[in-house]
């Protein structure tokens, strides 16, 4: 079966006169409502996965997972595991979806999350702006939908981490959106994604299980009726009316849901319900601050150098005294301990030996 292409929300231009009335269709649908996971693969027999997995994802998600869909992606050799991605959805979502279409007299036999319509390429990462948000694809399988400020957070954790960074593939109706950081590793242009002929992997379409439409005998058999017809025209044009005001409050929820999974991708798992997540980011923020400033205090920087001599040396820790600007150790058995194994860089170090006992003692540079 040949199927036509289109985004969920410009589903408008298949009303009455369009010439697609009860066309069978694949569809984009909004990323910002499709969390993606990936884990390792479950160790039970494949038949048994669409068990296990919603609850091996129950602390990921942020709803209870009887009231959401999950489509098993292909496994993939990662880091010597075997993984899997699966793509998360609400049920209510993809009924309202289906209803969509269904006002627009479209036959949807395909979802697909709308990351998927960029390109992607080893070593890049593509994005797209996209009605006030940016679209993003990381990988083959993954990617996702966030607001600005979010999107480029995202974006610079995933350059911390990968061992070469990444290039970006960016379209943008203006490049004042892009961040000036970022400037040098992006290419930037002004395209927009021609949904129609962006390739769709029809593998990762979310109609599965309940959600998998019916063969397509039996769908044309019930379009043919006369009653279902008649029942279409009278429901159409209040459908149409409809899907107005049925965007407006998805896009209410899709921002409250987006800023949920945001949170919970950028504060690794923790969760906030939408009216709390400001000031449950500030605290976490103020925390992480407090970590880092006392991680990078001198004497906290001192037992970071010396963790290599302590982790190698066999010698015993017999005292330890420290305060803002230096520290001290004495040492049992620690006379064999070479002044070039204390060398930190940023310190001055000491080292006296009395009997069977040794001191170290490390002053930061600067220090009187």
Known sequence: MTLSVAHLYHLDRQLPGSGNSGAAMALWVPSARVGVHLIDAPSAPQRKWAELIPWILEERILQPVDEMHFVIGDSIERDGKKQVAVSVVSKRDLREWLRIAENAEVDA?????????????????????????????????????????????????????????PRLSISVPEQGLIPDDLLDIADVNAAEVDWQFSAMPLSANLLTGKFKPASAELSSRAWLSTAALLVLTVVLGFGY?????????????????????????????QRAKPENIRSAGEKLLADLFRQREAIETPVMQGLIGLDT?????????????????????????????????????????????????TTIRLRKVGQP
Request: with cysteine; charged share 25%.
């Open 241 to 269: 009316l409809q899907l107005s005001n049925l965007r407006l409050e998805e896009r209410i929820v899709d921002l409250e849901s987006q800023a949920s999974a945001g949170f919970g991708n950028v504060f690794l798992g």
């Open 309 to 357: 001599l302590m982790t190698n040396c066999e010698c015993e820790l017999q005292e330890l005294v420290a305060d803002s600007s230096e520290l001290s150790l004495v040492l049992k058995k620690g006379a064999k301990v070479d002044k070039r194994q204390i060398n930190i860089p940023g310190f001055t170090a000491e080292k006296q030996t009395n009997n069977d006992l």
């Open 109 to 165: 036999r395909v979802m697909v999350p709308d990351y998927l319509a960029l390109p992607f390429e080893i070593g890049r990462i593509s994005m797209v702006w996209h009605e006030g948000a940016f679209l993003v694809r990381t990988s083959p399988n993954s990617g996702f939908s966030a607001a600005p400020e979010l999107a480029w957070l995202m974006i610079r954790r995933l350059i911390e981490r990968a061992d070469i960074a």
